[in-house]
Nanobody, 127 residues
Framework: QAQFVESGGGLVQPGGSLRLSCAAS????????IAWFRQAPGKGHEGVSC????????YYADSVRGRFTISRDGAENTILLEMNNLKPEDTAVYYC????????????????????WGEGTRVTVSS
């Protein structure tokens, strides 16, 4: 399975913004559907956004739609997650991963085929 490195997390006040980056080395991300997941303390992994391989469609969990934007940066071979109007409930470790396909199920991005996780990047939203 492809390996990714997440970065860009940090401490931000409610209402603030962060941009997360998902990088890969040795292969092009253009050939993968990529999703961002997060894991808050005591909870499982939740899918928050996904960008498809075929038509570059984007998908969002209900809780982040309108606040988060996922995109591809082909020049840098990265997947970006722009997060605006952050809320304390967005606090979590964020991970990117290759998925078999993008889909929203019960308000969350489906975990389709992810069986391992990288180190992630921590996002803390607090005043």
């Amino acid at each position: 399975q492809a390996q990714f490195v997440e970065s860009g997390g940090g401490l931000v006040q409610p209402g603030g913004s962060l941009r997360l980056s998902c990088a890969a080395s040795g292969f092009s991300l253009d050939y993968y559907a990529i999703a961002w997941f997060r894991q808050a303390p005591g909870k499982g992994h939740e899918g928050v956004s996904c960008i498809s391989l075929s038509d570059r469609s984007t998908y969002y969990a209900d809780s982040v739609r309108g606040r988060f934007t996922i995109s591809r940066d082909g020049a840098e071979n990265t997947i970006l997650l722009e997060m605006n109007n952050l809320k304390p409930e967005d606090t979590a470790v964020y991970y990117c991963a290759e998925v078999d396909f993008c889909a929203v199920v019960h308000g969350w991005i489906r975990n389709s085929g992810v069986d391992s996780w990288g180190e992630g990047t921590r996002v803390t939203v607090s005043s």
